[in-house]
Each structure stands twice: as structure tokens, then as C-alpha cells.
């Protein structure tokens, strides 16, 4: 499984746009690069997740270079209720493979 | 998501019980997962089954069993439950589909050994 590198922990203030950096440098063809939310005391939430070039929903925004090495989260004007830990993962798409979570970026967002 | 439940929510039970937790999902998926979360860490996987008839052991199998009674339940058990197992518990499903695997997780069983 590929491992992944995050950030430990980001402050913002409401209404920026945050920007979390993942690494995966051993990342694999067929694998996937995926994002989950997770808030106190709840489970992780799936957010968005993309092969290359830039992927865009409703939540967020995903951008991943052309040598996958590496993606960045994008969430646009961030509110109090943004504050969460955010996991990046590296999932391959094959029978048999299964998530892993590191520790994740967790995310404070101040008025 | 309200597709994935877990029962207890919460518990409370001394060293040496036995324990079972309860996960049943409506989502109508073949994946099913039993993760441990401890105070400030990531997920850690327990095991995993891909059908009725398959378990797998994850990450950190030893103290747990587990029982795929069928499609939509997925049982974890602690034989005989020790302190260092008091964590919060999270069950998930999935269904492959072409694109990745995304993952859905009930709310949480806290669980804590006296």
C-alpha cells in the first residue's frame, strides 16, 4: 500500500480557501487518491477522489500533478463547522485492497 | 449515514468480559469492516470480510473475532476484553465500484474497559 504524508495540523480563519498537501510518492498505476472527513465522535465521510488533473464537487476540490506524486485538497471559504480532521489515502482499485488510514491533518478553523 | 448502525453506542464492561458489537447495514454492500480508533490516531483496521463466507484478519487481529451473519450484519467480538482495548470502534461498508472503493461508516461504539 502506498503510505501517505499530511500535515499534522492547519489553522485557517472562515472564508479562506485551505489548501491540504499530500504526499504519496510510491503511489502505484492503478491507485486512486482519496479524501474522508472526519469530525468528533463520528465516523469518517468520503469526500472526493481522483486519478489525475483536477477533480471538482460540491464539498471540494482535488488537484493531483501529472506524476500523481503528490494531491492537494482545496476546500473554498471555509466555515467553523470545517473544522476536522482530513484524511488523504491512497486506494488501489484491485479486489483485496484495503484502506489505510494515517494519522490526518487536523483542521481548526477561527472566526 | 443512517445506512450503517451500530449497537451499543456506548459501553462500559470490566476486564475479562466478553463483548460483542453489532454492525447491520441497509447499503446492500458485499464489503464490510471493522476499524479501532484511539484518542488522536487514525483508523486501524481489525478485520474485513468480502462476502458471507469470507473474513479476513487486518491490521490488529489479536484479542477480536469476528461473525459475518449474513450480507447486512457483521459482528465483533472481544473474548475476553483488557483495558489497552478501549477505543471507539467503527464499523464500514463498501462496494467496489469502478473509479475506487468508497467507504461508509456507522456512527461509533465508545468502548471502555475498567
Known amino acids: 500500500l502506498a503510505k501517505t504524508t499530511q500535515p499534522i495540523s492547519m489553522d485557517s480563519y472562515e472564508g479562506q480557501e485551505v489548501n491540504i498537501t499530500c504526499s504519496h510518492n510510491n503511489i502505484a498505476t492503478n491507485d486512486y487518491i482519496t479524501w474522508y472527513q472526519q469530525f468528533p465522535s463520528q465516523g469518517p465521510r468520503f469526500i472526493i477522489q481522483g486519478y489525475k488533473t483536477k477533480v471538482t464537487n460540491e464539498v471540494a476540490s482535488l488537484f493531483i500533478p501529472a506524476d500523481r506524486k503528490s494531491s492537494t485538497l482545496s476546500l473554498p471559504r471555509v466555515s467553523l463547522s470545517d473544522t476536522a480532521v482530513y484524511y488523504c489515502?491512497?486506494?488501489?482499485?484491485?479486489?483485496?485492497?484495503?484502506?489505510?488510514f494515517g494519522g490526518g491533518t487536523r483542521l481548526m478553523v477561527k472566526p | 449515514d443512517a445506512d450503517v448502525t451500530q449497537t451499543p453506542r456506548n459501553r462500559i464492561t470490566k476486564t475479562g468480559k466478553r463483548i460483542m458489537l453489532e454492525c447491520s447495514q441497509t447499503?446492500?454492500?458485499?464489503?464490510m469492516y471493522w476499524y479501532r480508533q484511539d484518542p488522536g490516531l487514525g483508523l486501524r483496521l481489525i478485520y474485513y470480510s468480502f462476502d458471507v463466507k469470507d473474513i479476513n484478519k487486518g491490521e490488529i487481529s489479536d484479542g477480536y473475532s469476528v461473525s459475518r451473519q449474513a450480507q447486512a450484519k457483521f459482528s465483533l467480538s472481544l473474548e475476553s476484553a483488557i483495558p489497552n482495548q478501549t477505543a471507539l470502534y467503527f464499523c464500514?461498508?463498501?462496494?467496489?465500484?469502478?473509479?475506487?472503493?468508497?467507504?461508509?461508516f456507522g456512527p461509533g461504539t465508545r468502548l471502555l474497559v475498567l
Open positions: 447499503k446492500g454492500h458485499d464489503r
Open positions: 464500514a461498508t463498501s462496494d467496489l465500484q469502478p473509479g475506487g472503493e468508497t467507504q461508509y
Open positions: 489515502l491512497v486506494v488501489n482499485n484491485n479486489a483485496g485492497n484495503m484502506l489505510t
